[in-house]
């Protein structure tokens, strides 16, 4: 409903202050000029029936005769209608037919003054009564009346101009509060649409900015937040192809080798155990692989398990009989350097997982002869756990892309070798998660560095 639109809002909020302004314009400098003009009339009369009332007071008693002779040599011409009233109340001079109101001159012969001002039919009507004599013998009382429709046109000719300039303000006003709600709002609904198009799914689509005030910024936050959706989702996407891929292919191949078993009559027992020990490679793989996506999801889920003190030590000497294995396997020597009282805030069990991914890694992408060192040390701020190796090196340009889910520098190999791409992802997003920091760099004359640092938590955090 157009009512509940903001340009509705808008326009009648403008108008509302207009309307004010309008109406005080129109009220204002009228009301306070004809104050102005009442003012003055009461001083001008005053001062001139205090020159009748005067001249009054030289005669003893006021009677017809005596009155006109005084009032004959006084300029009296600006009034409409002057009344003199004796002691008794009787008028003694009456030269006008203007309506008066006669209770004044009765206030007068009590000894008060009575002045009043209207302003009304488009004139000012003004009459004054004063007393005739001194305070204590008060002989008789003057009236003066005057209608003035001079200054009264005045004030009405400048009324009709503040009410045509009034219109025309107004209209003025009513057409910009239009014509700027329209613009602003074109913006507006404009913004709409692309977030419209965005929450369509089209993840693509860029808001157009223009001009260079509040509304763009608004537009600029909005495309960069749909950048990030789509960064987002292009990850979710690729998460979910290269997740399914990873199960199909061990999936495809236990299938392949019991197809095999099942259709050859006859097969003899070294085949079919080779087969069937096949089949235990792949479902060992889909294990590992689905037990990583676990890993990955509980990481994801912010779902942490409450950091305790954790001595890195500890974790790296119950890592090293299973990394020790791998390494005479593939004829790898492995040295360490572990320092006491390596402990940060984190969880046993994820700072296992970041130990042995590194060190595994350190052993898996080695050749023979090789050697991997691990070390521990500290100092007043940090924790740093530095994995090192002789072996195959991880070229510059792979370097920043080996923390995402299922990347492999080398996908054969590391397929071969049983690997996922997933354990770096999971070393990385475990170590932020406690606030730590994790580099890699290349180790000389060849091989590959990894440095892991904590900051040391405070002494109140650990306890000891
Ligand atoms: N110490 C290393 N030396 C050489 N290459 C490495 C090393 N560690 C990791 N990589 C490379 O980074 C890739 C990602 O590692 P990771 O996430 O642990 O997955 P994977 O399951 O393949 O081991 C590996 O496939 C490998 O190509
Ligand atoms: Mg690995």
Redesign the pocket.
Known sequence: MFTHTIRFKFIVFILAILLVLLVLLNTYPIVSSRDTVFQEKQSSMASQVTVVSSALASLDRLSEEGVSDVLRFLDLSGFDRIIVVNSAGTPVFDDGQTPINLEDVRTALEGKSVFRSVFAGGAFESSIAVPVGSRNAVIGAVSLYETDTERADIILSIQHRFAILSMLIGAAALILAVLFSWIVLRRLTRLAGSMHTVAGGDYTHRHEITGNDEISELGEEFNALTARLETNEDQRRRFVSDASHELKTPLASIRLLSDSILTTEQMDEGTMREFVSDIRTAADRLQRTTEKLLDLSRLDDGVRLIPEPVDLKQITLDALPGICVLARESKVTVNTQLDDGCVIMASADEMSRVVF?LAE??V??NVPGGSVSITLSKDDENVRLTVA?T????PEEDRLN?FTRF????KAR?RASG???????IVHDAVLAYGGSIDVGSNRPQ??V?VVSFPRPSSEDTGI
């Open positions: 991914n890694n350190a898996k992408y190796d072996g195959i090196g991880i080996i990347y492999r520098v080398d590391s690997g996922s791409g997933l354990g770096l992802s091989g590959s990894f």
